[in-house]
């Protein structure tokens, strides 16, 4: 390893297992300090233990790093304050949150119930707000008390984010807002030494080897396993280093040896009648430009 990271001193929420484990690892095995967070609750949400976070800490301890668990609920105000405070309180300082904590209620739309669209997105898009927040309150008094941070967020959204998900609506609506709140807090704390950053990864996960099972099966032995969470690691590491400066509101799609960049909503092909239209003339415009525009990505499951 490169010490890329030395002395940095990095959060990774739901960092227990899957992909936040080996986000851990790889910050570690860089030279960074770790917060371990996680509640050690099911794919669903439902339990708790703080097993899955002390692991952790202890495989980063014996291999020579140092680390602390957090096991507070950092999509309440109190637990992400407390999240923000184990990182200075234990290490002194914060350079690098991680934010990737989140679980699964998937359902078609009209067999989904409130309960659990508000409890998925209470877990992403609270989760990563509440978070960002407070380390962001953190930087901006470091910033204006003449110590500038070279501070990094990565956010964790997903191909269901940006392209929809066939049975994962609460999900790809909260994973979808997280990429306009990447793109806001970029815009918001670059003058405090911030950049903001998301990917949005591919990975056998507990969440993803239940719903895409044959994508995320393991491969034969000695055979590259592309779906190894530790493959999206090291972009996450870079993106959470002093090195990539001047990066900042980019999404970035992440599956085994691929790296692409996502390049989001852009205008496309338009009209501008100088008046009002009629909705009649309004469908023919409508119908003109979709033949002149490229055809939609389907959504995942559907075609």
Known sequence: MTGMCDGRVVIVTGAGRGLGRAHALAFAAEGAKVVVNDLGVGPDGAGGSAGPA???????????GAAVAHTGDIATAGGAASLVAAAVDTFGRLDTLVNNAGF?????????????????????????????KHAAAHW???????????????????GAGLLGSL?????????AGIVGLTLV????????GVQVNAIAPAARTRMTAQTFAEMMAAPEADAFDAMDPA???????????????????????AEAGRITVMEGWRPGPTVDKGARWTPAEAGGAVRKLLTEAGAPHPVYGVG
């Open 54 to 64: 002390q692991a952790v800490v202890g495989e980063i301890v014996a291999g020579g």
């Open 104 to 132: 699964l209620r998937d359902r078609m739309l009209v067999n989904l119930d409130e309960d659990d669209w508000d409890a998925v997105m209470r877990v992403h898009l609270k989760g990563h707000f509440l978070p960002l």
């Open 140 to 158: 901006r008094a470091e910033a204006k008390a003449g110590r500038e941070p070279v501070a990094r967020i990565v956010n964790t959204s997903s």
């Open 167 to 175: 049975g994962q609506g609460n999900y790809s609506a909260a994973k």
């Open 185 to 192: 807090a970029a815009a918001e704390l670059a003058r405090y």
């Open 231 to 253: 493959n999206v690691s090291p972009l996450v590491v870079w993106l959470g280093s002093a090195g990539c400066e001047g990066v900042s509101g980019r999404v970035f799609e």
